[in-house]
């Protein structure tokens, strides 16, 4: 089994910026796809950034040029550098992973079907 913990999030104002964090019970990010989700009140859950198997990340459009995924594997944490944030990009993050191999849009969509995080709350105003 592994856990994954999220941490990072806080109140920001416009512009501001965030760093979440997304530390694995183990070894796994090397060679897993790894993604963050948001689900604000109300809403559907959507897809933020995902990193692949090979390291390539991908955006959704309303955040890219402003959040940047990257993982450190030596840490077994997974971040999400969030500049330039938004009152719509309040909402809660979660990370999740799969441990097999996924690559490009792949990854993308099957991050979410693997661990999760309990989730850490963004707010934007």
């Known amino acids: 089994q592994v856990q994954l913990v999220e941490s990072g999030g806080g109140s920001v104002q416009s512009g501001g910026s965030l760093r979440l964090s997304c530390v694995a019970s183990?070894?796994?990010?090397?060679?897993?796809?790894v993604g963050w989700l948001r689900q604000a009140p109300g809403k559907e859950r959507e897809g933020v950034a995902a990193i692949d198997s090979d390291g390539i990340a991908s955006y959704a459009d309303p955040v890219k040029g402003r959040f940047t995924i990257s993982k450190d594997n030596a840490n077994n944490t997974v971040n999400l550098m969030m500049n330039g944030l938004k009152p719509e990009d309040t909402a809660m993050y979660y990370c999740a992973a799969v441990t097999s191999r996924f690559y490009g849009n792949a990854c993308w969509s099957v991050a979410a079907s693997g661990y999760w995080g309990q989730g850490t709350q963004v707010t934007g105003s």
């Open positions: 183990r070894s796994l990010y090397s060679g897993a796809c």
